[in-house]
């Protein structure tokens, strides 16, 4: 078959959240892209919903348009921010989290970014992702075509058009858990499956009196269901519960099982109107390798989290960040192909650390339901029996009988909630006491803000940097972290009297090393007097109000004549608190840390 040629430096094969923030964050760097997608349309039923605010910042950088129009989207916090336990949905809760209830995490988070943690279902969020990317002349979005990895290239099919081979300096594989590009490549996935997952998307306008009557996540235990249902905007909801095996009804036949029993779930009086229903596995598990010659995987093609701790989509974000960068620096710097290397070098222990926190949420929530007898470890551990090869001979129509039969002996369980004797009250006490402690599955800006990276790209002379607390961020510029947010003078303002400040993020140069400090001059002097080749922009930290100006030092942990050095996608790679006057070893002790490694990666070309 006759085929066509496509060329272009970076082919991205799949246009999720990190596929489109890899394209914009490219195109941003003057970088062509070929962004391909299996779909004609946006996948209208919800996955993730959680878009933190460090992904709000990634997402500024790439494209301010694209922020501005999530942010429109996005409901109020105050609308969507309990969480609950109940019986029924409309029956007095078990419990509840309130994170509003916990007003020194939410003034912390206004201090910690210029964004806010928002809940945006995927339905809503990638129209918006798609208007980014087709409007950015340097994107070659290509909708309904398939991508299969032949060799070096990447060949692309679509019904009714001539194949095209898209050759490429670097192939990434966006194209989600189930990745086609990782699968040709033998990059296998290792870790657990924990659960099958049945959810259903629908439409309920009469479901919650009011907006702010309506909870996030409601968790609920009856003797008839027990699962989870997600409030999205515009009474749109997904309720999602767990299944053992392939042949149950939910799994066959989702939306006739939704049919039957989500009235159930909701209330038979409840008008509702499905939009779509489906399944989806749950499972913790990371790619093998990251990287496999110019194949490069990133988001759920790299690594999938169970769904408690919203890290998915938002991990998927960062790796494009991490990458989009060092592909810049190769393509048109010079640097060397080995600076690829250090994305999973760096990115492999973060994304680990969120496995790990989103699988103990996970098996966390047993604390709750404990006296119910009621575990995810249990589900666990039937999903693994029942997913056994050896059990595959069981024809599947007695396969579902015992799927069906074990399942509601188990949620079965959960009707003493519903009893009205002082024994089962007790049992509601217990679980209302315990929900407190669930603060680290809905509240993790320790995670969210204060992940950091060691390679031989971060000065290691102050060990790694400590992971710290999940529920609070404590700021720093330890090599390695991401650049604190403080506020600082707006010096290319055209207005000379302007007393206007900005996000320091906002100041970091895309196409060089950033170094702050607070003594310009010195530094400056240090640099040109030294045999440092490095480009190196100097921005001076400093604020009209002088209270600001000694937070933002405080913050930055550099004193008033010390410095932190930034790379692009602002983490920190060096710092210092000592006067480069009067202690000239500080230069000396700079340029034994740039020039092995960032000499090669930014060759010389004057400080700017």
């Given amino acids: 078959m006759s085929q066509h040629t496509a060329t272009a430096p970076v082919v991205i094969v799949g246009a999720g959240a990190a596929g489109c923030t890899l394209a914009l964050l490219l195109a941003r760097r003057n970088i062509p892209t070929i962004l391909v997608e299996q779909r004609t349309e946006p996948r209208m039923h919800p996955a993730a919903h959680v878009i933190n605010a460090r992904t709000l910042e990634i997402w500024y950088e790439a494209s301010p348009e694209l922020v501005h129009k999530v942010q429109s989207k996005v409901p109020p916090i105050d609308d969507y921010n309990t969480i609950r336990w109940c019986t029924d949905i409309h029956a007095e809760s078990l419990g509840e989290l309130s994170l509003l209830a916990y007003p020194e995490l939410v003034r912390e988070s206004l201090d910690h970014s210029p964004f806010r943690i928002s809940h945006l279902g995927q339905h809503l969020l990638t129209p918006l992702l798609w208007g980014a990317v087709e409007s950015e002349d340097l994107i070659e979005f290509r909708r309904g075509w398939r991508a299969n990895m032949v060799g070096q290239a990447v060949n692309l099919t679509k019904p009714g058009q001539l194949a095209v081979e898209a050759v490429a300096r670097y192939i990434v594989a966006a194209d989600g858990a189930n990745s086609q590009l990782r699968d040709a490549a033998d990059i296998v996935m290792e870790g657990p499956v924990l659960a099958n997952m049945g959810s259903v998307f629908f439409k309920a306008p009469s479901l919650h009196a009011t907006a702010s009557s309506r909870p996030l996540l409601s968790w609920i235990y009856n003797p008839k269901f027990c699962g989870v249902m997600i409030a999205h905007s515009d009474d749109d909801f997904v309720v999602m519960t767990p299944y053992l095996h392939r042949a149950q009804e939910i799994a066959q036949d989702s939306r006739a099982y939704w049919t039957k029993l989500l009235p159930d779930v909701i209330g038979n009086d409840t008008e509702h109107k499905i939009h779509s229903a489906g399944t989806w596995t749950m499972t913790s598990q990371t790619a093998s390798s990251f990287r496999r010659d110019k194949l490069l995987l990133i988001g759920d093609a790299a690594h999938r989290f169970p769904h408690t701790g919203g890290f998915g989509l938002n991990s998927g974000v960062q790796d494009a960040h991490n990458i989009a960068w060092k592909i810049a620096a190769i393509l048109h710097s010079g640097a060397p192909d080995s600076l690829l290397d250090t ?23 047993d604390e709750v339901t404990t006296e119910l007898g009621i575990s995810n470890r249990m589900l666990h551990h039937v999903t693994t029996i029942a997913g056994n090869p050896w059990l595959s001979w069981i024809p599947n129509r007695l396969a579902a009988a015992i799927a069906d039969f074990l399942t509601s002996a188990q949620i079965s369980r959960a009707s003493i909630l519903v009893d009205p004797r002082p024994d089962a009250e007790k049992v509601r006490q217990s679980i209302a006491k315990r929900i407190p402690g669930q603060l680290e599955h809905f509240a993790s800006p320790g995670l969210e803000f204060g992940y950091s990276y060691q390679s031989s790209l971060i000065d290691a002379s102050e060990g790694s940097c400590p992971d710290g607390s999940v529920t609070r961020y404590s700021p720093t510029t330890h090599p390695g972290a991401r650049l604190p947010h403080t506020a600082v003078f707006d010096q290319n303002s055209d207005d000379a009297s302007s007393s206007q400040h900005v996000s320091l993020h906002r100041t970091i140069k895309g196409d060089s090393l950033t170094l702050y400090t607070p003594d310009p001059n010195k530094w400056m002097a240090g640099l040109e007097g030294s045999s440092i080749t490095v480009p190196i922009s100097v921005v001076c930290l400093n604020a009209t109000d002088p209270k600001l100006r000694k937070s933002g030092l405080d913050l930055l942990e550099i004193d008033d004549h ?11 790679i060096w710092r210092s608190r000592a006067d480069p006057n009067n202690d000239a070893a500080e230069i000396e002790r700079l340029q034994s840390f740039l020039t092995p490694v960032w000499s090669t990666i930014y060759p010389p070309q004057g400080n700017l």
Avoid: C, W
Avoid at 343 to 365: D, I
Avoid at 562 to 572: E, L, Q, Y
């Fill in 343 to 365: 994305y999973e070098t760096e990115r492999k222990p973060v994304v680990t650390r969120f496995a790990a926190q989103s699988m103990s949420n996970h098996f966390k929530l």
């Fill in 562 to 572: 010390g410095a932190v050095i930034v790379r692009p996608d602002g983490h920190v």
